[in-house]
């Protein structure tokens, strides 16, 4: 698309006054896909074909995650190499200029695979290395992000948006949310917040970690905060989004991950623990996406996130009171889906 019918002529203006030589005429602009964000992401690119390509971020700075995603990069862009770099910024007009790490998510990568196990497997260890660095930094790297924790109140929203969003509103299993629920929540909410911290992304699944050439790269990191490590592996195991996560790869890849030297420890319940309260998150934000966003697309990774929820469940039998609300919404899921 023309550059000049997409851009505003005060945003057009911070291109060119950071980008020696733009014009114009010389660019285009390509809309990147912004899924759940509320951002938008435009991809510029040189007409000449010389591969020079960035991307143009219209964000309100508004946002408290702003100054974050900005500090953030800022703390770290010298201790680590996979944070875009970021090129300019404009608070007043909600604009970010930083670097283009192409489109190869980690989900588009392994969709093309094509079944593919070793090479999945071989995939997702460079992205637990990558992962191990983010989760070796210490606390003194990012104040920024060593301002916020995964605490008992944040695992208690998650639970408490799981049974809103997705309990309630798209299983209508309300009816299952007394008392035996409550008091299973709150007590997986205070096991996990016990687990140790350390640096999270908080969203570490496939749309927002990419390939870049043979490098990983993360994007997405302005909610990163203290929490345990086996919230982010849990976050990228049990990804609702890659259907080729079967039991056995992760639990070969968890294995992988344990045995890496460079992060506080996570043994197999830890990591069920974070599974548990990562993939309820994830079910409240499909089910309030699809029924009150509009954004029906994300309907379809329920019933795998179910499944998933249902498996973590059995390796957790203190927590049966859960179990029986995700089995119920399991029910009512299998029950609604269009019988051939």
């Known amino acids: 698309m023309e550059i000049t019918n997409i851009l505003k002529p005060g945003q057009l203006v911070f291109i060119e006054k950071n980008l020696p030589g733009f014009s114009a005429a010389r660019w285009e602009v390509t809309p990147v896909d912004s899924a759940a964000s509320q951002r938008i992401f435009l991809r510029l690119t040189e007409k000449s074909g010389k591969g020079h390509s960035f991307i143009l971020v219209l964000w309100d700075s508004k946002d408290e995650d702003w100054a974050r995603f900005l500090s953030i990069q800022e703390e770290l862009s010298k201790r680590i190499p996979f944070l875009p770099q970021i090129f300019a910024s404009d608070a007043v007009l909600g604009l970010i200029l930083e670097e283009d790490f192409g489109e190869q998510t980690l989900k588009q990568h392994i969709e093309s695979m094509t079944g593919d196990r070793a090479a999945l497997k071989k995939t997702y260890r460079r992205v637990l290395d990558t992962l191990t660095e983010w989760q070796s930094l210490e606390r003194e790297a990012s104040p920024t992000i060593a301002s916020r924790a995964m605490d008992y109140n944040a695992f208690m929203w998650e639970s408490g948006y799981f049974a809103i969003h997705c309990v309630v509103g798209l299983c209508g299993c309300g009816s299952m949310l007394g008392i035996s629920w409550e008091t299973g929540r709150r007590a997986c909410a205070e096991a996990t917040a016990r687990l140790p911290r350390t640096f999270l992304h908080r969203d570490f699944q496939s749309e927002n970690i990419l390939l870049h050439g043979k490098e990983i790269r993360f994007v997405d990191f302005q909610g990163a ?3 345990p490590p086996g919230y982010d592996v849990a976050s ?9 996560l079967d ?5 070969d890849l968890f294995g992988y991950y344990a045995s890496l030297p460079l992060h506080p420890s996570c043994d197999q319940h830890d990591f069920y623990l974070c599974a548990a309260q990562r993939l309820m998150q994830a079910l409240g934000a499909y089910s309030n996406l699809s029924i009150n966003k509009g954004k029906t697309w994300y309907r379809q990774f ?6 998933r929820l249902q498996r973590v469940m ?6 049966g009171a859960i179990a029986r609300v995700v089995e119920a919404c399991s029910q009512s899921i299998e029950n609604d889906a269009p019988q051939s």
């Not at 990228?236 to 080729?244: F, H, N, Q, R, T």
């Not at 039991?247 to 639990?251: D, F, K, L, N």
């Not at 059995?314 to 927590?319: A, S, W």
């Open 247 to 251: 039991e056995e790869t992760v639990r």
């Open 314 to 319: 059995r390796m957790l039998p203190e927590y």
């Open 225 to 227: 905060r203290l929490g």
């Open 236 to 244: 990228l195991l049990l990804d609702p989004y890659i259907g080729a």
């Open 302 to 307: 329920v019933p795998v996130a179910i499944t």
